[in-house]
């Protein structure tokens, strides 16, 4: 059997996860856990698998992001109920590497080719 490529030779994925409220933003940082509704799940613990996986979080409307972090964990059935019952589905680590608000005009030169060369906000 092959074992699997140490995680620093994996490919590296990038995902924006919008959050409603800056309150959901604090508790993952203060707990290092996240949420996301299930229609997101199949396609983050894919690339949790394949790959090293950085989410880059914004609260919509905000105009800004509020940090990025590393997907630390598959997303399992267990969920929490620091976000109530939102809809969300279960709950995966994610270690922190940046707390701070970025306007999106500083990444508005990042242009994503999978949403027809939109800026990245």
């Known amino acids: 059997s092959k074992s699997p490529l140490p995680r620093q030779y994996m490919p590296v994925r990038y995902f924006i996860m919008k959050s409603s409220n800056f309150q959901n933003i604090d508790i993952s940082q203060q707990k290092g856990i996240w949420s996301t509704t299930p229609s997101n799940e199949r396609k983050l ?4 698998w ?3 996986v950085y989410l880059i979080f914004s609260v ?3 105009g800004h992001f509020q940090g990025f972090a590393r997907m630390g964990s598959a997303i399992g059935c267990e969920k929490s109920q620091d976000w109530g019952s939102a809809g969300f589905g279960g709950v995966f680590k994610v270690d922190w590497i940046r707390k701070e608000s970025i306007p999106f005009q500083f990444a508005h030169h990042l242009l994503n080719p999978w949403n027809d060369n939109k800026k990245v906000q």
């Not at 613990?45 to 949790?48: E, L, P, R, V």
Request: charge should be negative; glycine fraction near 20%.
């Open 45 to 48: 613990n894919g690339a949790f």
């Open 50 to 52: 394949e790959s090293l």
């Open 60 to 62: 919509q409307g905000s």
